[in-house]
């Protein structure tokens, strides 16, 4: 279980996303032949993650809000969080993989089919990959480092907010924090050494089940997912599909009076927009590559590639 909590200046905390499940991660047949409609890889933090953007989308629409906790830059037409808020992000177990030794810690991915991490490919995978049926998703501490220089926002996002950095991750298990700390920051580089504290409790707990659900604060109620499909277990899209969290952001975009809000036909189009990130993206992967850290497994443009429902009305 992942959930992302707000703290305010006075202390107060509110979570506004939560995601719960293992690692499962869909056929490549389901992604190609179902483009933008299925979910990828239904990790607990990866859930959490999507429902907190989903959660920044409904703020834009209550930007007058005395509870909004987003505010227009200084000297921009971007946003922000507002000043002295905090994002913290609680976990029931420590990020995984999480290398004890002092050493480089490689990047790792799963697969589908498999329930473990293993160690990326030599080389990016490709569309015939997916095709073939396999997928490559990187894994929860990897995911997080990334997270960590980039921003939670994504690309999207990042064409109207600044960078949105987690500022704690709570475990609330015993870990060996300098351990986490390497895992998901340092082993990348110490620029936000002292903008990140990594936290645990002496708890011991142990998982049960394999439940997948996510929740997010003010949108409808806990929705059940099915890790074989990629879908709810009524068999519709996640609202946390790349077609849902698409027309999201377009909704709140056209919201947006101020903001030039151009219609992209298709998703792959409105990340191509998003020059600062994407550019910010390749030198990140560029920059793992350098550290020998391995290859990031990306997915071919053409998994975006998918039209805005409300585009063809």
């Given amino acids: 279980m992942f959930s992302f909590v707000i703290v305010s200046p006075s202390g107060e905390k509110s979570m506004v996303s939560l995601g719960a499940g293992r690692n499962a991660v869909v056929n490549g047949h389901l ?14 933090v990866v859930l959490a993650r999507r429902g907190f953007i989903l959660f920044l989308h409904r703020q834009f629409e209550n930007l007058d809000s005395a509870d909004c906790i987003i505010e227009r830059s200084t000297g921009s037409s971007t946003y922000r969080i507002k000043s002295g808020y905090k994002v913290v992000l609680f976990t029931a177990f420590a990020p995984t993989p999480v290398r004890m030794e002092p050493l480089p810690q490689k990047l790792s991915c799963f697969s589908s089919g498999y329930s473990r991490p293993v160690e990326v490919p030599e080389s990016s995978q490709t569309y015939e990959d997916l095709l073939s049926g396999k997928v490559n998703v990187m894994s929860v501490s990897d995911k997080i480092l990334k997270w960590n220089y980039l921003g939670l926002q994504g690309a999207l996002m990042s064409t109207i907010m ?72 009524t068999g519709s899209p996640s609202r946390l599909c790349k077609s849902e969290m698409f027309e999201s952001w377009s909704r709140m975009m056209s919201h947006l009076k101020n903001v030039n809000s151009k219609t992209y036909s298709t998703c792959a189009e409105a990340k191509t927009n998003a020059k600062v990130y994407m550019n910010a993206l390749d030198s990140f992967i560029e920059q793992l590559d350098t550290l020998e850290l391995g290859k990031w497994q990306r997915k071919d443009r053409r998994i975006d590639d998918f039209k805005l429902i409300s585009f063809d009305q």
């Fill in 162 to 233: 600044e960078p949105v950095y987690i500022s704690n991750i709570c475990v609330i298990q015993h870990v060996n924090e300098q351990a986490v700390t390497r895992a998901v920051l340092l082993r990348f580089g110490e620029s936000r050494k002292s903008q990140l504290q990594i936290t645990s409790l002496q708890e011991q707990i142990s998982p049960h089940g394999e439940i997948y659900h996510d929740w997010v604060r003010g949108i409808g109620t806990v929705e059940r997912l099915d890790p074989l499909t990629g879908r709810t277990i």
């Fill in 31 to 44: 992604l190609v032949y179902s483009p933008g409609s299925v979910l990828i890889h239904m990790q607990a």
